[in-house]
């Protein structure tokens, strides 16, 4: 699990049209790996 939130915020770092915001939605193991992300990288979301 650690390393999926490692790819996961890996990845949405790099794109640049997620740079000024937006919203996640994980259903199931999707949103722990959603939750990780949130606690663990700077992401920018609502």
């Not at 000024?20 to 949130?38: E, H």
Request: proline share 2%.
């Amino acid at each position: 699990m650690n390393k999926q939130v490692e790819l996961f915020c890996a990845t949405v770092l790099a794109d640049e049209h997620l740079h000024d915001g937006f919203n996640m939605l994980g259903v199931s193991q999707g949103s722990l790996i959603v939750r990780g992300a949130v606690e663990r990288c700077s992401l920018p979301v609502y």
